[in-house]
């Protein structure tokens, strides 16, 4: 990846012509990927509400927005850590292994609140574990969370096999089953605010600025100052965090643990990532993007599920998008400069 | 002496300590009627390990190997449904390509239009999985489907091993005379080790990538044929997660993650290390669901100790810029 970095930049400044000013802010904005996304997702929306007679309906609807309120939850942390060059495939894992641990506290007879901090604590852990290995011991991010991923889905099979928890307490489904107002689900609001608190954080603050730097170069940034190994460090924590959060979430929604929940979720919520125009080698990508993938993942879904298209083929479509979002630009830019 | 002291020595130690350790507890583990049917057992994953072995080496990764194993073993077990009296001569051809054309597939997203291996072969991977399902309708292809030839063939015995056990050997013998005496071989090292320097003698990154990326595919697509005849059962979630075993059976052998390093005798040793631990679990009463966990750790603990003996031994100049990069 860093042979591609360094041997492209200096034949990328030679090829277009250098321009004497910036495009005005408002060109910019129109050209970008996000606007370019929300267009998709207005054709989609409309397509859909044309397709079936059920989809314009505020209930249906807002049964739509758990296609990825949980996935979108990770994709937030996601977005940060790929944003500084690194990855964790490990996040569906964490959901099996944070369930089950909540499963366990259930079954020992604690209430919701020890239910639920036991999943965000489990995912802590579970991100520290990757974090350390990563920024510790130096190890790639790709090959310690695969490692790392069957691992943890591992414990889980260990705990449970084939088995099951059931019979989490009523008030535990508060929280993938309950609705703050009207057709607003609990999961929406948790949704929204992190959009805006990692909204916020990656364009607002110091740290986010250090995120940036340190995936375009990190070793520049290393020398500018940024602790990059404490920086990776939070975001691995971040993503293991948001992994329990979404975890609580799925768990209260379905109501049961198995060993097998949310599997290949991960690739879900990189492929949302990087459809909401976060560039997978690092060092670029918006939150606002991210929020509106969510949001074109789950009309599509939703969509296709009205149209009663199993699971399985939906994931086709999912594998498609995450290969076609990044082929598809520099398909057209190796055509544009051929011609 | 350097044998002594090389991964593959400490490995075939680890492999002899735990037949002994297992041999303690249930002494028929180490029979040569058993170890020949550990063998023939663990010869899918050796196969598929020695593809993802050349891929790793080019500095990529194949996680979609296992999806390919399935997909190529659903088309071959319908073709023979379809066609019963073909030969298993002819079959294994089949499997052979339509492996190396969905190799291919990958190879070129990675090539041509320079997407990183792991977005392409997790995309690849799903988009296999679903085919079989459009191809399969989610029907399974049961033993009595298949014809007799079909099935028997691997698992023939010829001197104590199975067919299936013979071909592994051919294949790990190919690929060790591959990577050894050939320049395409020596090139998936040089492009993988450093590959600045790998351009400047001419080698074509890009191309070695995808050739290895093809090599992976054919012997998924081999392994896809081995397997559902030796179990007689076609589904579309055939040897799921089986990706992760591959890849930790080749970084248990001494891989490098990071390219360019890496021997046909310890892909082969890691895959066997891994084998035997499956295989021993039910013989000294732990739970089969222990495999994904164990697979997990060995990754780790593989990847450690190869990042830890693989480090230069230059003078480092600034300690904490390594973790930088």
Not at chain 1, 298 to 316: E, K, Q, R, Y
Not at chain 2, 21 to 39: E, Q
Not at chain 2, 81 to 87: E, I, M, N, T
Not at chain 2, 259 to 275: D, I, K, N
Request: aromatic share 8%; charged share 10%.
């Amino acid at each position: 990846m860093s042979l591609a970095e360094t041997t492209s930049a200096p034949e990328a400044r030679a090829r277009g012509p250098v321009p004497d000013r910036l495009r005005a802010p408002w060109e910019a904005k129109l050209k970008s990927w996000e606007s370019l996304l929300l267009v998709v997702a207005i054709g989609i929306f409309i397509l859909n509400s044309f397709a079936s007679p059920y989809f314009l309906n505020a209930w249906n609807l807002s049964d739509a927005t758990f296609n990825f309120t949980e996935k979108a939850m990770i994709a937030f942390a996601m977005a940060l850590l790929i944003i500084a060059g690194e990855i964790d495939l490990s996040v569906a894992s964490i959901i099996a292994l944070a369930s089950t641990a909540m499963g366990l506290v259930m079954e020992a007879g604690f209430g919701t609140p020890a239910i639920v901090a036991t999943g965000l604590a489990t995912g802590l852990i579970c991100g520290a574990f990757n974090g350390v290995l990563v920024t510790r011991l130096g190890l790639p991010s790709i090959v310690v969370t695969i490692g790392t991923m069957s691992l943890f889905r591992g414990i889980s099979y260990i705990v449970l096999g084939d088995g099951a928890f059931r019979g989490y307490p009523s008030d535990f489904a508060f929280f993938g089953q309950g609705y703050a107002f009207w057709v607003i689900s609990v999961e929406l609001v948790i949704f929204a605010v992190l959009a805006v608190i990692y909204g916020v954080v990656l364009h607002k603050t110091n740290f986010g600025r250090a995120v940036y730097a340190i995936g375009n170069n990190a070793t520049g940034a290393l020398f500018s100052g940024i602790r990059v190994a404490r920086v990776k460090m939070i975001l691995f924590l971040l993503t293991g965090l948001m992994s329990g959060v979404a975890a609580v979430c799925l768990t209260s929604r379905l109501g049961s643990t198995r060993p097998s929940i949310a599997s290949g979720m991960e690739l879900e919520v990189v492929t949302m990532v990087v459809l909401g125009g976060v560039n997978i080698l690092g060092g670029s990508g918006s939150i606002p993007g991210v929020v509106i993938a969510a949001f074109v993942m789950g009309l599509v879904t939703f969509g296709l599920g009205l149209l009663n298209v199993p699971g399985i083929v939906m994931s086709i479509f999912i594998g498609l998008l995450l290969i076609g979002v990044i082929a598809l630009p520099r398909l057209w830019a190796k055509l544009r400069g051929k011609a | 002496m350097s044998f002594v002291k090389s991964r593959e020595a400490i490995l075939l130690a680890a492999i002899v300590l735990l037949l002994g350790l297992i041999a303690t507890r249930f002494p028929a583990f180490i029979t040569p009627h058993n170890l020949a049917s550990v063998y023939s057992d663990t010869t899918p994953l050796m196969i598929l390990a020695l593809g993802q072995m050349v891929v790793i080496l080019t500095r990529c990764i194949d996680l979609s190997v296992a999806a390919n194993l399935a997909l190529t073993g659903m088309v071959c077990a319908m073709i023979n449904v379809a066609a019963p009296d073909l030969p298993v001569g002819l079959t294994i051809l089949i499997a052979l390509t339509m492996g190396a054309a969905l190799g291919a597939i990958n190879g070129l997203l990675v090539w041509k239009l320079a997407i990183p291996p792991i977005v392409v072969t997790l995309g690849t991977m799903t988009i296999f999985r679903g085919v079989i399902f459009l191809l399969s309708d989610g029907q399974w292809i049961n033993a009595h489907e298949m014809s007799a030839n079909f099935t028997g063939f691997p698992r023939q015995v010829i001197l104590g091993v199975t067919v299936m056990g013979w071909i592994g050997l051919a294949v790990a013998l190919l690929m060790a005379l591959l990577m050894a005496r050939t320049a395409l071989g020596r090139s998936f090292f040089a492009v993988g080790g450093n590959p600045h320097a790998a351009v400047y003698t001419g080698l074509n990154v890009g191309r070695a990538q995808f050739l290895a990326f093809v090599i992976s595919g054919a012997l998924a697509g081999l392994a896809g044929y081995l397997w559902i005849a030796r179990y007689a059962v076609a589904y579309v979630d055939i040897a799921g997660g089986f990706e992760l075993e591959v890849v930790a059976a080749c970084v248990i052998g001494g891989i490098s993650i990071a390219g360019g390093v890496g021997s046909v005798l310890g892909t082969v040793l890691g895959a066997m290390f891994l084998g035997i631990v499956k295989n021993a679990l039910p013989v000294v009463d732990i739970s089969p669901f222990w495999q994904l966990a164990i697979s997990g750790a060995a990754i780790l603990i593989a990847v450690t100790f190869n990042a830890r003996s693989g480090r230069s031994k230059g003078r480092v100049i600034l300690k904490s810029a390594e973790h930088a990069q």
